[in-house]
Nanobody, 125 residues
Framework: QVQLVESGGGLVQPGDSLGLSCEAS????????MGWYRQAPGKQRELVAN??????????TYADSVKGRFTLSRDPAKNSLYLQMNNLKPEDTAVYYC????????????????WGQGTQVTVAS
């Protein structure tokens, strides 16, 4: 099993910045991808940003709504993922979930998806 623990949510005003952190722990043998998703009240969960660690390189994707404002980074040594959110807007208000897809078998390329419990981000004046 893999545990993902998020931290860093809170209440901020429009235009403020906030950073989220996610640390993975448990039994896994490599990381295929990690990312942040969010879910606002009454809406479906959506991708915010993710990074795929492929054999030929690392690929990062951002939702159009956050491009230029949010920055994804990771520290492989700490199995951690970070999301720096700048110029926050009220529409960024949501529960933010960390997601990870990890290799869970040392014998083959089996991968499994895991989710954190979520952290609330509220942007309001």
């Amino acid at each position: 099993q893999v545990q993902l623990v998020e931290s860093g949510g809170g209440l901020v005003q429009p235009g403020d910045s906030l950073g989220l952190s996610c640390e993975a722990s448990g039994r896994f043998f490599g990381t295929y991808s990690m990312g942040w998703y969010r879910q606002a009240p009454g809406k479906q969960r959506e991708l915010v940003a993710n990074v795929i660690i492929g054999s030929i390189g690392v690929s990062t994707t951002y939702a159009d709504s956050v491009k230029g404002r949010f920055t994804l980074s990771r520290d492989p040594a700490k199995n951690s993922l970070y999301l720096q959110m700048n110029n926050l807007k009220p529409e960024d208000t949501a529960v933010y979930y960390c997601n990870g897809n990890f290799y869970t078998s040392v014998l083959d390329n089996t991968r499994n998806d895991f989710w954190g419990q979520g952290t609330q981000v509220t942007v309001a004046s």
